[in-house]
């Protein structure tokens, strides 16, 4: 085996690992005959609302990407921003880290721009969400009536980590906007010893990759992605909360919205975890939070976990196929090219090139 294919295979083979270890460690100790008996209560009503609510808060993201690319194109569509986000969620469900590619790529053949500048406007939110992630798990510290920090011994250190992340990247980010010519000249001399069109194609996909760095402009535009992030994250703690109705854990005990909030922060660094849409990893962390927090037996959390990663699983699993065929369809209607998954790659690139 050559090594090219070695590394795809520990590509695929490490994060199904890292989820079959996650999955045991998370119901190892937990009667899965009592978790099915609990998944059998959902109430179906609260299971439409948490829908509902999952689906807007990434409408919301949409319409906060739409700001972000602003400047590059103020007129974007909303089904073709909401239908990336979504497939970029689908990819990223069975192959992570991927689906950040096929989001910039999809979106920038559907409205016509560069998919290296849209893949720095992916870059821009994803340091937006990690910021918001830290600033939300420092709330949930003010929320929780205990130590947070003694009872999720690894928080604090994921919190400052993040931080770092977050400085540094942010640091870059203004360096490379800043000095871009600077940058511009290293890349050509380095690269235009051994080959000038290589270093000519280096030099226009870093221009475009800062292009989208630097997308995100405008006191109004600033404001209305921050005022946005706010609604994103609410909703998401929001859902949490209303994902204790559908299995009636209201019943159990009181909840409340803080209690939502804290799950929501805490589990979502399962979701950073480099496993397959958060498989395993969000199971072990949810199910700790409200064991351990919260007080829920066993079962009931681990019905928890389940019940609200399948929805979420499932919906970004149909995703990608829904919105591609919705598009095609758009766009055969005006006798536009249709895309799949792997011509788009094709001809994203011919249109970089042209």
């Known amino acids: 085996m050559n090594k090219k294919l070695l590394n795809k295979a520990l590509g695929f083979l490490i994060p199904l690992l890292l989820t079959a270890a996650f999955l045991y460690a998370a119901f190892r100790n937990i009667d899965l005959n009592k978790v099915v008996a609990d998944i059998k209560n959902v109430r179906l009503n609260y299971l439409a609302l948490f829908v509902f609510l999952f689906l807007l808060s ?8 739409k700001y972000i690319i602003y400047s590059a194109k103020k007129d974007a569509k909303l089904i073709h921003l909401f ?4 497939i970029g969620y689908g990819v990223n469900a069975v192959v992570p880290r991927l689906g950040e590619v096929y989001r910039a790529v999809f979106l920038g053949k559907w409205e016509g721009i560069s998919r290296t500048s849209m893949f720095g ?3 821009v939110e994803r340091v937006i969400d990690i910021l918001a992630l830290a600033f939300s798990v420092l709330l949930s510290a ?3 009536s205990g130590n947070l920090y003694s009872q999720i011994y690894w928080l604090k250190s994921a919190v400052q980590l993040a931080f770092i992340f977050i400085t540094a990247t942010i640091l870059l ?9 600077k940058f ?9 010893t051994v080959s000038k069109k290589a270093a000519e194609k280096l030099n226009y996909l870093f221009s475009t990759l800062i292009e989208g760095f630097a997308s995100l402009k405008g006191g109004w535009n600033y404001f209305v992605v921050i005022a946005l992030t706010a609604v994103i994250m609410f909703l998401y703690g929001l859902n949490s909360y209303v994902g204790f109705f559908v299995l009636g854990m209201n019943e159990i005990q009181k909840v409340t919205f803080g209690m939502g909030w804290i799950l929501m922060t805490i589990s979502a660094f ?3 975890i480099p496993t397959p ?12 939070v409200l064991t351990l927090l919260f007080n829920f037996n066993p079962s009931i959390s681990g019905a928890y976990a389940i019940v609200t990663h399948i929805v979420a699983y499932a919906i970004f699993v149909a995703s990608p196929f829904f919105f591609v065929f919705w598009v095609n369809r758009l766009r055969a209607t005006r006798g536009e090219e249709t895309l799949n998954f792997i011509t788009v790659f094709k001809s994203s690139a011919r249109q970089e090139e042209l």
């Open 184 to 192: 511009s000249a290293i890349i050509l001399k380095l690269v235009g």
């Open 121 to 123: 406007t992916v870059i």
């Open 270 to 272: 399962g979701v950073v």
């Open 83 to 86: 239908g990336a986000t979504m």
């Open 58 to 65: 990434h409408i919301i993201r949409a319409i906060r990407w």
């Open 277 to 288: 849409g958060g498989l395993g990893s969000y199971h072990l962390i949810a199910i700790s």
């Open 142 to 144: 003010l929320f929780y």
């Open 173 to 181: 980010i203004i360096g490379l906007v800043i000095f871009k010519e």
